[in-house]
């Protein structure tokens, strides 16, 4: 059970970190030229909000959701 909490703790915060890269990353000065050009984002600023979105995401369900083990 502590390995889990460990887990989704470590989740918790790789997510965090990533959608702090992802934030950084879109205020670049390049970022704004081609949101502005384009209308999207860059591809590594995309990819640091999916992943960080889902390593969240996953961090707080196991933290909410995941059930204590069974002792015998």
Avoid at 3 to 31: E, H, N, P, T
Avoid at 40 to 45: H, N, P, Q, W
Wanted: zero cysteines.
């Amino acid at each position: 059970m502590m390995s889990k909490r460990v887990l989704a703790i470590v989740l918790l915060v790789v997510g965090v970190i990533l959608l702090f890269f992802a934030y950084q990353s879109s205020q670049s000065l390049g970022d704004q030229v081609s949101e502005a050009v384009t209308g999207r984002f860059t591809d590594s600023t995309t990819w640091f909000l999916i992943l960080g979105a889902a390593s969240t995401a996953a961090g707080i369900g196991m933290l909410l959701f995941g059930r204590p083990a069974a002792r015998f």
